[in-house]
């Protein structure tokens, strides 16, 4: 990539989930059109929340439309630290609601095997038609966190790996989580990067070592949006 995306910048959050749900949808109806499936990947945490409230009452052939997560704690699905819970109850309601959820949380024993059997879910839906993130204080995407043992291998293009087990607390995250990798990101045909908050604008202001310019360097400058507001 010759040139960084330009930072998009909202008045508020409302207008950062508008413009994130026209994009997704754009994307979504063009493969509906193409190929009639499209593949859908989303994240956790408060942000997106607003999204997916939109993006639930569109209307749209979701019967389908495959959706799955950019990463998730390894926790029961009915926890409320679940962004499976999340997607469950913002965004497959409605008429989104007959849209196929492929959960990254199995019933494996341990973190470890469920990477692997996550991994073997995730790749029939390579590429992903769009894919929203988040992005942590620290720069992580998915559960990519500055300083995790797994870190090198998941920010690597060349790996063949979709999903790794990100394990607790070296030094983050405070549990044991699933995340996809770099390789399962990079190919999409859009990548969104919804945040909010002055320290978030100042880590995609600059051209930094963050786990969200590892990504940003790797997809082509057409690919992604970096949507912004205070």
Not at 37 to 45: F, I, K
Not at 135 to 156: A, K
Not at 192 to 217: A, F, M, W, Y
Request: one cysteine or more; hydrophobic letters at 45%.
């Amino acid at each position: 990539m010759t040139e960084r995306p330009a930072l998009e910048v909202f008045e508020n959050p409302q207008g950062a989930a508008d413009a994130a749900c026209a994009a997704i949808v754009e994307r979504l109806r063009a493969a509906l059109i193409d190929r009639g499936a499209a593949n859908l990947c989303v994240t956790g945490g408060s942000t997106p929340g607003p999204v997916y409230d939109r993006l639930s009452q569109v209307d749209l052939d979701w019967s389908h439309v495959s959706i799955t997560l950019s990463d998730e704690r390894w926790v029961d699905t009915a926890s409320a630290d679940s962004n499976a819970r999340l997607v469950r109850e913002r965004l497959l309601v409605g008429p989104a609601a007959a849209a196929r959820f492929v959960c990254l949380k199995g019933d494996e024993t341990d973190p470890v095997h469920g990477a692997w059997a996550a991994d073997l879910k995730v790749a029939p839906l390579q590429p992903f038609d769009a894919v929203l993130l988040g992005m942590g204080d620290d720069g992580h995407i998915c559960s990519l966190f500055p300083g995790n043992p797994v870190l090198e291998q998941g920010l690597d293009p060349a790996a063949a790996r979709l999903v790794l087990h990100t394990p607790a607390g070296r030094p983050a995250p405070a549990q044991d989580r699933v995340t996809l990798t770099l390789p399962a990101l990079i190919h999409a045909g859009l990548i969104l990067i919804l945040t909010s908050g002055q320290p978030k604008r100042v880590i995609l202001e600059r051209d930094g070592d963050e786990p969200v310019h590892h990504l940003i360097r790797a997809v082509n400058r057409g690919d992604i949006r970096l949507l912004w507001s205070a």
